[in-house]
């Protein structure tokens, strides 16, 4: 379309500085003045955004990225599962053992080669999680309508270990994953199984708590240390609290989880109510635990249960 702007090749007066015929120091006064810190616009200033009184902004730029963009890819329902980083699969985890056996043969009487090969062998009798992990992505990624379907979606926390494994299942059967990465301050990488589109950083472990609970239809736990503990109890909590409408929350091992966490005691010491042990479901195994969140939902008619079971139209940009 022509432009038929009488004004478009005039030039105004403020399109050019000072000129030097006019004031010779004109020139690098401008200059001192466009290079200070409060010329720039508010958001490209990372001084400016960065103080303590734009904190509000920045938790709601924390928000909202993760937020607009899978609203965007019409993700509705999520898996979470956490576990440790520290998990290895098998291949990994007995290259490691087999150094520290070597290790120990060359100085059988150094306590500490002891200690580290008794901590590769447990390691390695743990390396069965990353398996079932992996195998628990595959069971989600084919839920829904198929791989494609992006209503019933993994979200671990995107690094390595068993949220590794569990994204690596997805990955496995052409699903889509998406991972809450935090940034830290040492250096870290995303797992590889990510979907590019759907892995997010945030700086803020708050924001990144609510986007595991916004869509969450199943919280699935595996063996892991303080940061799954601190992801699971305060899952607990809120639903215990009813800050949360009720989910299937199961812990998979029941070695590890009846070993670490007496939850009996709990109860049995009035800490807890004796139902607040109905909250979560204790399970062996990746099989068992998709099938007590299938059962759970269908129980119950959810909306998760309509979309994975008959294949309801998604009610594009809500929460349930």
């Known amino acids: 379309m022509k432009n038929n702007n009488p004004l478009k090749n005039v030039r105004l007066p403020w399109e050019e500085p000072k000129p030097r015929s006019e004031d010779p120091k004109a020139e690098k006064l401008v200059q ?18 960065k103080q303590d009184v734009t ?14 963009t899978m609203e965007e890819h019409n993700v509705q329902h999520t898996i979470v599962v956490f576990g440790s980083a ?9 290259e490691k053992f087999q150094a520290a056996e070597d290790a120990v043969k060359r100085d059988p009487d150094n306590m500490q080669l002891l200690a580290q090969l008794r901590q590769a062998e447990r390691m390695l009798e743990m390396s069965s999680y990353y398996d079932d992990a992996r195998h628990f992505g595959r069971l989600v990624g084919n839920a829904g309508t198929g791989p494609q379907d992006n209503r019933v979606t993994l979200m671990t926390g995107g690094g390595p270990g ?13 699903a889509k994953c998406i991972g809450l990465n935090i940034q830290l301050p040492h250096e870290q990488y995303p797992n590889p199984y990510l979907s590019p589109e759907l892995c997010f950083q945030f700086h803020y472990f708050a924001i990144r708590k609510l986007h595991f609970m916004m869509r969450a239809q199943a919280l699935v736990a595996y063996p892991g240390g303080y940061g799954t503990f601190d992801e699971l109890f305060e899952v607990l909590t809120l639903i215990q609290t009813r800050k949360n409408p009720a989910i299937p929350v199961v812990l998979v091992g029941r070695r590890y989880w ?3 966490v007496d939850f009996e005691v709990l109860a049995e010491e009035g800490m807890i109510a004796p139902e607040d042990l109905k909250i979560f ?17 269908t129980k ?7 979309v994975y079971a008959e294949g309801e139209q998604p009610k594009r940009g809500k929460v349930h």
Not at 59 to 68: M, N, V
Not at 162 to 174: K, L, N, Q
Not at 300 to 306: A, M
């Open 32 to 49: 001192k003045i466009m290079q200070s810190p409060t010329y720039r616009l508010a958001e490209e200033d990372p001084d400016f955004l």
């Open 162 to 174: 068993i949220m590794e494994a569990a994204s690596r299942g997805a990955y496995d059967v052409g």
């Open 281 to 297: 479901k204790i399970v062996e195994n990746a099989e068992e635990a998709w099938k007590h969140i299938l059962s759970w939902h």
């Open 258 to 260: 009846e070993r670490v």
């Open 300 to 306: 119950r008619k959810t909306h998760f249960y309509r």
């Open 86 to 94: 520290r998990i290895r699969e098998r291949k990994t985890a007995l």
């Open 55 to 68: 904190r509000g902004v920045r938790l709601e730029l924390d928000y909202l990225k993760a937020q607009l």
